[in-house]
């Protein structure tokens, strides 16, 4: 199936801001053939995204930020949310321009060769939201401390980890975001490719 299989009957903007929501009825096509019955959805914009999981192959460490996120507070979480550089695309704006930009805003840290991860849905249930993944050459010696830009309300502090410590934090249950997520097990499953194509 594929674009040509949904049918948008209404489309209405609720709100813009920081987001945008839409309220869509739409129907689409069933795996049977057939069409659907209407449903009404909200689904939320905020253009697409891009992250990167700085690592330095020769101590075998990684950058990770914590920052506040109002999503994990309102989820009833731990709202200080340990994660990998990420940022929203500006339009037209290449993901690797980006996170090299944010890698440098957040962390303070210079990445240098780029392998792509992958590219994944945030919440493809509500959100149209993707994000393209990336993994990063760095150096992390003299990295760490706190980051972000005053104007966008950022308070980041950037740390540097021995992979090995950050799987612990991983197994632990102490990295909840997704795409942090993502980035750690593709590190887990291409450890010893990546540091020999990076020698």
Same mark, same amino acid.
């Given at each position: 199936? =594929?674009?040509? =299989?949904?049918?948008?009957?209404?489309?209405?903007?609720?709100?813009?801001?920081?987001?945008?929501?839409?309220?869509?009825?739409?129907?689409?096509?069933?795996?049977?053939?057939?069409?659907?019955?209407?449903?009404?959805?909200e689904v939320i914009d905020?253009?697409?995204?891009?992250?990167?999981?700085?690592?330095?192959?020769?101590?075998?460490?990684?950058?990770?930020?914590?920052?506040?996120?109002?999503?994990?507070?309102?989820?009833?979480? =731990?709202?200080?949310?340990?994660?990998?550089?990420?940022?929203?695309?500006?339009?037209?704006?290449?993901?690797?321009?980006?996170?090299?930009?944010?890698?440098?805003?957040?962390?303070?840290?210079?990445?240098?060769?780029?392998?792509?991860?992958?590219?994944?849905?945030?919440?493809?249930?509500?959100?149209?939201e993707s994000v393209a993944?990336?993994?990063?050459?760095?150096?992390?010696?003299? &990295?760490?401390?706190?980051?972000?830009?005053?104007?966008?309300?950022?308070?980041?502090?950037?740390?540097?980890?021995?992979?090995?410590?950050?799987?612990?934090? &991983?197994?632990?249950?102490?990295?909840?975001?997704?795409?942090?997520?993502?980035? &750690?097990?593709?590190?887990?499953?291409?450890?010893?490719?990546?540091?020999?194509?990076?020698?």
């Open positions: 199936m =594929d674009a040509n =299989d949904v049918e948008i009957l209404q489309r209405e903007r609720c709100y813009r801001g920081y987001v945008t929501v839409e309220r869509w009825e739409l129907r689409h096509r069933r795996f049977d053939g057939d069409w659907g019955k209407p449903v009404r959805r905020r253009g697409h995204a891009a992250a990167v999981l700085p690592y330095d192959p020769t101590r075998d460490e990684v950058v990770l930020i914590e920052q506040f996120r109002p999503g994990a507070f309102g989820a009833g979480m =731990d709202p200080w949310v340990i994660e990998i550089v990420a940022g929203v695309l500006e339009p037209g704006e290449p993901p690797e321009t980006l996170v090299r930009r944010e890698a440098i805003e957040e962390a303070n840290c210079t990445v240098g060769a780029l392998i792509p991860i992958c590219k994944c849905l945030a919440s493809p249930g509500v959100l149209t993944i990336y993994c990063g050459h760095t150096d992390t010696r003299g &990295l760490g401390g706190t980051h972000g830009l005053d104007h966008e309300g950022e308070d980041i502090r950037a740390f540097v980890l021995p992979f090995a410590d950050a799987m612990t934090l &991983l197994g632990d249950g102490k990295i909840a975001n997704a795409i942090s997520i993502v980035a &750690l097990q593709w590190l887990a499953l291409n450890r010893e490719r990546v540091r020999k194509a990076w020698s």
